[in-house]
Structure formats: C-alpha cells, structure tokens
C-alpha cells in the first residue's frame, strides 16, 4: 500500500514541476509508505510515490514504473489480487515484465485494451498513469472506494494525490474553506463526494476513471452494482454459495510478501473471515481486538470466543477517555472534518496490529451485503405502521420520560423511529441516519451563515439523489445501494483507509471483493432479512463454523463511549473548545445553542455525544489546516 502524488502543468510548459515540489507532496505521504519513495520529472510532469512493500520487496518493484519503452508512467495504492493471472495472459501475448508486482500488469494490461484495462482489475486501488505519446493523464478509483483519490485544477495546473494534505503543499493551492460543505458535514458526518472541505480540491468519485488531456477533464463511470437481477437458488444452494463466494474473496487475499492477520471484532463478519482464513493458512491467523473499559461499548469477550475457536495468536488494546490526546493528529490524518468517532479506537487497533503484521483483513462490507443494521428492518417495519399510530408512539416516548431514560441510546432511537415512522421512506431514512435534524440546524446556525446557505441545496438532495439513482428496487434493496453508494464509501472506508494508513499498514476487505459484492446483490432480500433475523442467508451459511454465541448475538456496531466521556473527563475539554472566542468568531454557529446541547448532554437531558463529536471535529480541523496552529 503506498502514497500517491503528481503535477501535471502542461499548459504552462514555462514553468516546469519542480523536483522540490513532488518530494514535498510525497513527504506528507510518508506514513504511507515509509519503506522506499521515487520520483519520476519530465518537464511539465511531475510523479510521486511513498512505497509501503508487500508484493515483490526487490528494487524491480519501485514507482513510479514505466514500461519498456519509458512512454508510459505509472504510480500505484493498492493491490490487484488476480494479478498472476492476468500476467500469464499478458505475457502469451508477448508482453516482457522486468519484476513481479501488480503494478506492472496495469501498464501492459494499459497497452493492450487502454482505460478498458480497469475492467480487468480485482482489488482495491487508486493510480495515475501518465501517457507520454498522448499527453494525457488517466485516474482511476476501484470500484467501491476503498483507496481513495484527490485532485485540483488550478490555475492551468492539474494536480492529483492520495490525501488533500499532499495537494495543499503547492503554494498555488489555497487551504480555503467551502463553506457549503459544513451542512452536509453536520448532516453526514462527512463532506460527500466529489466536493470536499477545501475550495478547489475534489475526490475522484469510487468506480469512476478521470482523463486529463489538454486542459480539458473527463470523467466517467466504469462500474455499478446491479441489484435488479436476483438469483434462483433456493435457501441451502444460496447459502452454500456464499460460503464459496467468500471463502474465495479471503483466499486471494492471502497472498503477501510480509506478515498478515486480521482485525477481530467478534461481530459475524470478522469472525467470518478469521474463520475462513484459519481455513486457508498452515499456521495461526494473527488477530487483533479493541475494546472499552465500558462493558456496554465493549465487545472482547466475544472476539476471545473467536479467537478460542481458531486457535488465533490473539492480542488486545483497552481504549481509555485520556486516547483522546490523539485527536488533533487524527483530525491531520483524515485531512477533512470526519465526525465518526469510531475513527479513534480504529486507529489504535492498527497501531497494535501494525507491530506484528504489515497486512490485516477485516470484516467491512459485511453489514452493506447482507443488510445488517437495524435501520433496515425498522423500515421495512415502519412501512406498515400506521399514521395516527406512530404519532402517538412519538408523543408518548417524548413527553413521558425522564432524564436518565432520554439520555439512554436505546430510548434515543425509540423515539426517533417513532417521530419519522409515518414519512415517505426517503425522508424517514434521511432522518434516521443524520447527525444534526434540519429543525436543530435552525437553532445552531447564526442569522448570516443561514443568509449565505439560503440559495445553496439542502443536504436531503445528496441522499434524494441516491433514491432517485435507484428508483424501482424494493425498499431494502434500495437501502443497501443508498448506504453501498454513500455511508461504505464516505464513512467507513475512508476510515479504514485512514486508521490503517496512518499506522503504515494495509487493510483487505473480503466481503468487498466486486466479484463477492455482484452474487450477494443478487440474493433476494427476504432471505437477508428473515423471520427478524437480520443477515439471515450468511448466519445460514456460517452455521456449525462460527461458535453459537456469536452467530445468535445482536448488533453492536463499532461505538464509543463518548457520551460519558462528555459528561465525565471530556466535559470541560469540550466547553473549553467549542465556546472558545476563536470558535465563535468563526461565525457559523450561535455560541448560545452551542451551549444548550453541552449542558443538556453533562446533565443527562439528551444523547448528543455524536453532535459534539462532530462539532469538536470541525473546529479543531479549522484550528490545523485553515489557522495553521502547531496543536499535533
């Protein structure tokens, strides 16, 4: 896995890339790819790479790469698992390669078919690859996003990198903020693609390929999952069929040049993946946890049952309130506001893993594929609930609690499913997976930020938009492309990606492998959600190979306890910053309400940990990257 990087200022053939620059670019990549960098400068071209070696260690394996004849130039993050494969192919047509390493199938692979070539691809990557004869400069994204791509276009110049940080090392590009983007990031918790926080940057959206020639820039989609063709097996040959399916995904994924293992969480899909690779390996899978001190955020117990089972060389790492000093240079790491608080112990169970393996597997995707949040049930559920019903529910739950039950998670969700029961289900979606509600952003944006936004779009047009993009699929089919499309890509990958990079490791995701995600689009959602069992067909499939407890244990999601950690040793940290002058000048937000959602949260009158989170995450992202402070 590596760090990626490029300037391309052939419209201003005056003023050549320097080497300065690049190596500048490459330098905050670093953590990337700490083993090895090069570079490649041809007059107006400029390529960067930070190398993290895990297939073919040698010097043959440096980037950036060319081909024979040094007309083509090639920079890689990622892996491409049927890489032998399509080698062997190449090579009966002639093809001569000079090392062993994936990268070099893409550029042969370019020769023979050009951007057709990404039809080929399994794995996850992003690359630039430099066309000298035609001048143009083809980016390119796999399929779900899991590596992930920036770019800007300014002042005649087009640059490219793996993380924003790198582009903002041109003194040409200016750390200015859209403001546009803070309704979407309050929404979300992230700033949707192709936009990001920073004027002029922008993410090369997953599954799509950018060509820049000439000035001019085109981008088109090369994949989409299909959910409109479903299979005809029945329940035994389906689940069989996952088995296989999965199986496979984990067993190209084994293949390395350094040490792997594998991030245990003792949820299913993990455990899945430890289990099949205890399978497929002659000695014991390496695997790693977190947990809380908190029993209720807390899920150790289960991952020692899997890790008893398979016999794993298991390690563990308690995450505590002080874990928090950390959050400035997360903030550094994610380069933009990022409001999923489950970046913090994802970041640390990558620093413990990172000190045995080089490479860990994980269960991400599982949940997308197989409908694994309750949101799904409950609105299948809710589509059949009354009007007048959900109405009173909504009224009951509001008015007749207490404090200490408000401020309780489970009642929390209780009475956000019954206040938007009755909506249509785009809206009821919408409402059910955002940060701060439309109606609160009412409260908490001053008079001239809401004077500024008033002719902007509502951040419901992103989710709308997704809807619109799937319109016919059953409901539950419908969720899934929504959240494959939008919260897989935005949220969790880019954490993953982050959490796992910043600690120099990589990440493989089995349950993400395009051919895996295909067959289980496939699958009818009635046997993915039956009988109230949610991920119904892949429990099926793992009956008798994953222990009991495991397959028969609700969900608990990746969360942290920061709803105590506000009202306890994190409470006057969170005043401290967010009723700051320096905040409040910024403008956005009426310091007043700001102040009502701290002494609701420290006085148990709500749950808004989340809300705070995402808040703290802002303002400490515009004391780094916009005021410049040295807080790391």
Not at 90 to 117: M, P, Q, R
Not at 166 to 174: A, E, G, R, T
Not at 286 to 296: L, P
Not at 418 to 433: G, L
């Amino acid at each position: 896995m590596c760090g990626i990087c490029g300037k391309i200022n052939i419209n201003n053939p005056a003023s050549p890339v320097t080497e300065g620059l690049i190596r500048s670019m490459c330098g905050v990549l670093k953590h990337r790819g700490p083993d090895d960098s090069g570079i490649y400068i041809n007059g107006a071209v400029g390529l960067g790479h930070s190398r993290l070696s895990i297939i073919d260690l040698s010097p043959a394996g440096r980037q950036p790469m060319s081909n024979e004849d040094n007309t083509l130039w090639l920079v890689l993050n990622g892996e491409i698992y049927n890489f032998i494969e399509l080698r062997k192919g190449l090579e009966a047509k002639g093809h001569k390669f000079k090392s062993h390493t994936d990268t070099e199938v893409i550029l042969h692979l370019y020769e023979e078919k050009g951007v057709d070539c990404l039809k080929d691809l399994r794995g996850m990557f992003a690359f630039a690859l430099w066309d000298e004869k035609r001048k143009s400069l083809f980016l390119a994204r796999d399929r779900v996003g899991k590596k992930p791509l920036c770019y800007a276009n300014v002042n005649g110049s087009f640059l490219f990198a793996s993380e924003m940080k790198s582009i903002l090392q041109d003194p040409d590009v200016k750390a200015d903020v859209d403001l546009r983007m803070i309704p979407y990031y309050l929404t979300y918790g992230y700033t949707p693609s192709p936009c990001t926080m920073f004027k002029g940057i922008k993410k090369l959206q997953p599954a799509h390929y950018l060509l820049y020639q000439k000035g001019n820039i085109e981008i088109k989609r090369y994949w989409q999952l299909d959910f409109s063709k479903k299979t005809v097996l029945d329940e035994k040959e389906c689940a069989a069929q996952v088995l296989v399916h999965l199986e496979e995904a984990v067993k190209v994924r084994l293949i390395s040049d350094v040490p792997l293992g594998a991030f245990l969480s003792g949820g299913i899909d993990s455990s899945a993946v430890v289990a099949m690779m205890a399978r497929n390996m002659s000695k014991p899978v390496k695997t790693f946890s977190v947990g809380f001190e908190e029993a209720s955020h807390s899920e150790l117990s289960f991952a020692r049952i899997v890790a008893k089972a398979f016999g794993t060389d298991h390690r563990e790492y308690i995450v505590k309130p002080d874990a928090m000093h950390i959050l400035p240079k997360l903030i550094w790491h994610y380069n933009e506001p990022y409001a999923d608080s489950s970046a913090l112990p994802s970041f640390y169970v990558a620093k413990m893993t990172r000190q045995d393996v080089t490479v860990a597997l994980n269960g991400d995707g599982g949940d997308e594929n197989f409908a694994g949040y309750i949101r799904y049930m409950a609105t299948r559920v809710s589509e059949k609930v009354p009007h007048g019903i959900s109405k009173a529910m909504a009224f009951a739950f509001r008015n007749g609690l207490n404090n200490t039950m408000r401020s309780n998670r489970l009642f929390s969700k209780i009475i956000r499913f019954a206040s938007v029961a009755s909506q249509p289900t785009r809206e009821r979606y919408y409402n059910w997976i955002i940060i701060f509600r439309d109606r609160e952003k009412e409260f908490l944006y001053t008079d001239s930020f809401k004077k500024m936004l008033q002719h902007e779009n509502p951040p419901f047009s992103y989710m709308n938009g997704l809807f619109e993009a799937c319109a016919g699929l059953e409901v539950v089919d419908s969720l899934l492309y929504a959240d494959i499309n939008s919260y897989l890509p935005e949220d969790l990958l880019v954490k993953m990606d982050i959490a796992s990079m910043a600690n120099s490791l990589e990440a493989r995701s089995p349950f993400l492998d395009h051919k895996f995600m295909e067959f289980c689009a496939s699958v009818p959602s009635g046997l993915k959600i039956k009988r109230g069992v949610l991920k119904y067909i892949l429990k099926k499939s793992l009956n008798g190979i994953l222990p009991d407890e495991i397959l028969r244990r609700g969900k608990m999601g990746f969360g942290v306890p920061i709803d105590n950690w506000f009202r306890k040793e994190l409470k006057n940290y969170c005043y401290e910053i967010l009723l700051s002058d320096k905040c409040v000048r910024r403008g956005f937000f009426r310091k007043e309400y700001v102040k009502k959602i701290l002494d609701d949260q420290s006085q148990y009158k709500s749950n808004s940990g989340d809300k705070i989170w995402a808040l703290l995450n802002l303002e400490l992202w515009h004391r780094i990257f916009i005021d410049k402070e040295n807080i790391l």
